[in-house]
């Protein structure tokens, strides 16, 4: 199982950004997917993350400015960055919590996609 993420760059303050994500092999069902991300010289966060159900949860830092959204039957997870900030840019990384078609139990990241916000 691999995630591939998309969609990083290079930005100015205040303008839209969205990242892709997409899960392939042999995939039987996905809990949740994640957004983190990870600003030089600092840990990983959480950004957001959605449920097999649809709940979301959001950093306090991004709420009303992020939005994340799946197309389940594209295992595909996306993450709407509005009003983006310098203190926005961080290599952006998607992590999902899956079963293989094996019924394994998986939890996976993707390589990463950096977002840079110029101010």
């Known amino acids: 199982v691999q995630l591939q993420a998309c969609g990083g760059g290079l930005v100015q303050a205040g303008v839209s950004r969205r990242l892709s994500c997409t899960a392939s092999g042999s995939i039987f069902s996905i809990n949740a997917m994640d957004w983190y991300r990870q600003a030089p010289g600092k840990e990983r966060e959480l950004v957001a993350e959605v449920t097999s159900l649809g709940r979301t949860n959001y950093a306090d830092s991004v709420k009303g400015r992020f939005t994340i959204s799946r197309d389940s039957a594209k295992n595909t997870v996306f993450l709407q960055m509005n009003s983006l900030k310098p203190e926005d840019t961080a290599v952006y990384y998607c992590?999902?919590?899956?079963?293989?078609?094996?019924?394994?139990?998986?939890?996976?990241w993707g390589q990463g996609t950096e977002v840079t916000v110029s101010s």
């Open positions: 992590k999902a919590d899956l079963y293989s078609s094996g019924w394994n139990r998986i939890i996976t």
